[in-house]
């Protein structure tokens, strides 16, 4: 055997190639904050930006022509409209869910994907309900319930439970059932784990925990096999596809889940990984048109059906019949 045979032209190449990606497996996170006709540039993440309403709809019409139609969509809130319930987060006056109604009024093709924690909206920065010091687990759980009932009925495709608290993938999925939501679909958080590589996203919204970390709640980095348990946990919930976060440090787990589950499964290629990548390119040290779509092309070949990424509109814009 020669296996250099199915290497030796271009043509050859391509018949003999396993794994492809296009726009169409990518997913492009959004910030947005209150405000008209606004746009900020996140130090830590180059090239990306939180958006006013009006200029995120703008952005996500750039997006849409394209090809590129899958968009996750994150709140950055003013700290005095958080409070230890959340309860901004089903206000009625919540603009990231005026805004999501907009989006979907314009572009109803899209799917729209929302964020369900509560650490954008706590005044104590964490992702479930702190109690003494303690971030407790089944009194999360309604609070949960409340914003992704609320999000659904702002026009969310699908509602991304990010919290990792136990059980919420369930209790989401009576609530929405129950408000009759039964089309709105979950793309769990499941394995996430306690990375040190989402320090931009905090950034970009301003919700690092005020005290502690956030270990008690997610995954520790070096367990592999407990993200099984999980997957088992939100597949019996409910969950429609099944989240590895962060992805490029765990592409071991994305291909785990892969080989022992139906549901689709999605990795979140985080802002860290990103921006480290942006930083090696910027120095000079890498070259961005070559790195970056090996990089998103690993994440594939490890068996992520979904890729969450920040170069997802660069991606569509070098790579419009994929690769």
Same mark, same amino acid.
């Given at each position: 055997m020669r296996p250099r045979r199915n290497r030796q032209s271009a043509a050859i190449r391509s018949m003999a190639t396993e794994t492809h990606l296009s726009v169409q497996h990518l997913v492009f996170p959004l910030f947005v904050f209150d405000g008209a006709n606004l746009r900020s540039e996140i130090k830590s993440l180059p090239g990306i930006f939180r958006f006013s309403p009006d200029n995120l709809l703008r952005e996500i019409e750039e997006c849409m022509k394209l090809g590129l139609t899958n968009f996750v969509v994150f709140p950055a809130v003013a700290d005095a409209l958080k409070d230890q319930t959340a309860t901004y987060s089903y206000a009625a006056e919540n603009f990231y869910l005026h805004t999501a109604r907009a989006i979907k009024e314009r572009f109803p093709e899209c799917c729209l994907i929302s964020d369900v924690a509560m650490d954008p909206y706590s005044s104590d920065g964490h992702d479930g309900l702190v109690r003494n010091g303690e971030i407790v687990n089944d009194e999360t759980l309604p609070i949960l319930a409340k914003m992704a009932v609320a999000q659904a009925q702002a026009g969310f495709d699908m509602l991304g439970p990010? +919290?990792?608290? +136990?059980?919420?993938?369930?209790?989401?999925?009576?609530?929405?059932?129950?408000?009759? *939501? =039964?089309? =709105?679909?979950? !793309? $769990?958080? =499941?394995?996430?784990?306690?990375?040190?590589?989402?320090?931009?996203?905090?950034?970009?919204?301003? $919700?690092?925990?005020?005290?502690?970390? #956030? #270990?008690?709640?997610?995954?520790?980095?070096?367990?592999?096999?407990?993200?099984?348990?999980?997957?088992?946990? +939100?597949?019996?919930?409910?969950?429609?596809?099944?989240?590895?976060? /962060?992805? !490029?440090?765990? !592409? +071991?787990?994305?291909?785990?889940? #892969?080989?022992?589950? $139906?549901?689709?499964?999605?990795?979140?290629?985080?802002?860290?990984?990103?921006?480290?990548?942006?930083?090696?390119?910027?120095?000079?040290?890498?070259? *961005?048109?070559?790195?970056? /779509?090996?990089?998103?092309?690993?994440?594939?070949?490890?068996?992520?059906?979904?890729?969450? =990424?920040?170069?997802?509109?660069? *991606?569509a814009q070098r790579f419009p019949s994929g690769i």
């Open positions: 990010s +919290d990792m608290m +136990d059980g919420r993938v369930g209790y989401i999925r009576q609530a929405l059932d129950e408000q009759g *939501f =039964t089309k =709105t679909g979950i !793309l $769990s958080y =499941t394995a996430k784990y306690a990375s040190a590589f989402y320090g931009p996203f905090r950034d970009a919204l301003d $919700s690092a925990p005020k005290s502690g970390d #956030k #270990k008690t709640y997610q995954m520790n980095p070096a367990n592999k096999r407990e993200a099984l348990l999980e997957a088992d946990l +939100d597949a019996a919930e409910g969950a429609d596809m099944l989240m590895v976060k /962060p992805a !490029l440090h765990y !592409l +071991d787990v994305i291909h785990l889940l #892969k080989e022992n589950y $139906s549901q689709p499964i999605a990795a979140y290629h985080v802002s860290g990984e990103c921006a480290m990548l942006r930083a090696a390119c910027n120095n000079g040290w890498l070259d *961005f048109e070559r790195a970056m /779509p090996e990089t998103l092309l690993s994440i594939r070949r490890a068996g992520a059906d979904v890729i969450l =990424t920040y170069f997802a509109k660069e *991606f």
